[in-house]
Structures are given as C-alpha cells and as structure tokens.
C-alpha cells in the first residue's frame, strides 16, 4: 500500500484538529499540526518568537517561509514509507503551491484533502469551551468546567489565547479570505473530498473513513 498523505483543513473550530489525532492513531499516521508548531515557536524569547507571538495573538497568518521551512525539514527527516496527516496546513494558496513541490520532492504521491464543512454560527461557540493539554497536545472539544488535568498524561489543560472570541472572529476572516479558496484549488485537482461537520464527533469520524476508501485503510 502507498504511504497515505492526508490535509485536513476547514474553518476553524470545525474539530480538523481532533479528527486529525484520531485519524493519525487510527491509521498509524505521523501527525504534522502547524498550529503546534508556532504555538511552541512563539515561546522563544529571541525577536523572531516575539514577532510570530504577534501573529499568533492576532489570529494572522506566520509568514510562509517559515512554515515551508518547517514542513520541507519536518519530511525530509521521515522515512518515505510513513504517511502523514496535515492539520492546518497548507493555509493559503502559496502554501499550497509550494508544498505541491515539496510532496513532488519527497516522493509523497498519494494525497487526499478532507475538507470538513462547518456551519459559522457553531464555531465561535465551539472554539471557547475546548481546552487542550500543554504536554500531549490532546484536544477537549468540550471538557466539564472543573477538570483541570489530561486524563492520559496528567498535563495542565489550557484554553487557547486565540480562542477568545474577538480574535475567532478574525480567524475566521482571515479564513475566508485566505484559507477557503483552496477548496477550489484542490477541487481542480481532483483530490478534494467533502465531509459535513455538523455531526458528532464519531459521525465525522466514520464519514472520513468511508471516502478515504478501504484500499487506503488496512484497519478500516
Ligand atoms: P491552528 O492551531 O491551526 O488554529 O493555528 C493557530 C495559529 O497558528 C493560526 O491562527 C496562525 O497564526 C498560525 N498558523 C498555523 N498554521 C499556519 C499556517 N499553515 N500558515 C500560517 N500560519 C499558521
């Protein structure tokens, strides 16, 4: 079986982030989440952390070369025969560009794009009750008020600085704008596969198995 490379992308607050680290566990695939990524990048105390802190805070798009150089490394150094799954990434049509070439690059050919579709008016709401833990990066999409702790791991649980809903809403602006574009871009290249998001989390779930086909999924 070709290594299987997955996208998942759609607005934010759609669960992509918790579909990813289901699916990366269910299929055995390393999971590449950008939004880690920068999270842990805006941590540094030199100007480029502080710079990238801004962007964060703000709900903007890290410039693309520092993402690019990000995923370009992150692949070179997995063997070719591991497939991965991509949460938040590519986020614009640069992006998208480019990586074509680093997929191209690194021999990575089978591809699928999951696009979870999500209706607004749930999103803001969604994205202000989950919290997530700052050891394992688990996602609660909706964890009772008290509960502090990961139940796996024990790390503190925390609520993210951009989950505030002044700066949802500029997210999903910048979203709109700069992210859903790409479902066209993908559509043209016949690799774009729909999935309704307003459903539970295990219906969603069971939705992407199903169109990512048996012969991708030797434990479906
Ligand atoms: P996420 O956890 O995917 O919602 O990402 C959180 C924040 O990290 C975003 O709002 C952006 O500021 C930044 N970020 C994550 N992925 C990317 C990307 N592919 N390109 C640019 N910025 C990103």
Redesign the pocket.
């Known amino acids: 079986m070709k290594s299987l490379n997955i996208i998942l992308f759609g607005p ?1 607050g759609t669960g ?2 918790t579909q990813a680290q289901k699916l990366a566990h269910r299929l055995g695939l390393e999971y590449i ?7 842990d990048f805006a941590k540094k105390n030199d100007k480029l952390g502080k710079e990238v802190k801004k ?2 805070d ?7 070369e ?2 690019n150089d990000y995923i370009r490394k992150k692949l070179n150094k997995l063997p070719k025969s591991s497939g991965v799954i991509f ?6 049509r640069k ?1 998208a560009e480019d990586f074509k070439k680093i997929l191209q690059d690194t021999k990575r050919n089978n591809l699928k794009v999951i696009y979870i579709k999500s209706s607004e008016k749930a999103l803001v709401e969604r994205l202000s009750n989950r919290k997530i833990c700052k050891e394992c990066k688990k996602i609660f999409p909706n964890p009772p008020a008290d509960m502090k702790k990961c139940p796996q791991c024990r790390g503190k649980l925390f609520i ?1 600085n ?1 989950d505030r809903p002044m700066v949802v809403r500029q ?1 999903l602006h ?1 979203y709109n704008i700069r992210t859903k574009p790409l479902v066209d871009y993908y559509k043209e290249e016949g690799k774009l596969v729909e999935i309704n998001g307003d459903q539970p989390i295990e219906e969603v779930f069971e939705e992407i198995l199903s169109k990512i086909g048996k012969d991708n999924c030797s434990k479906c």
């Open positions: 934010p992509k982030g989440a950008t939004g880690d990524f920068v999270r962007y964060l703000s709900g903007e798009l890290v410039p693309n520092i993402i949460d938040g990434f590519p986020r614009n992006q993210r951009d997210r910048i």
